[in-house]
């Protein structure tokens, strides 16, 4: 929810046939869900993140980077950040 209203964003069906695909924990509401069956900290996605961005560098590849200082992408600025892709 944004400024207490409903913000709905269709997929596409090429969207919806790749979340079909990844594996569901039982009653569990979220896609991506914690081992406990609760929903992923920002912690555990930062650590991800990290280690995706490191992933990358290692194989020479620049990653993720926030576009206006270059650097690596945090959890804190993806949204802005994909923003911004979207909009170019």
Do not use: N, W
């Not at 944004?2 to 090429?14: F, I, N, S, Y």
């Not at 039982?26 to 555990?44: H, I, N, Q, T």
């Amino acid at each position: 929810m944004k400024a207490e209203r409903k913000h709905r964003v269709p997929l596409t069906p090429q969207a919806v046939a790749i979340l079909r695909t990844l594996p569901r924990m039982k009653d569990s509401r979220y896609v991506f869900f914690a081992p406990s069956g609760g929903m992923l900290s920002d912690r555990s996605i930062s650590a991800v993140m990290r280690r995706m961005q490191e992933s990358e560098e290692k194989a020479c590849r620049a990653g993720l980077l926030a576009l206006r200082s270059k650097r690596p992408a945090m959890l804190y600025g993806l949204r802005s950040t994909f923003r911004q892709l979207a909009a170019e």
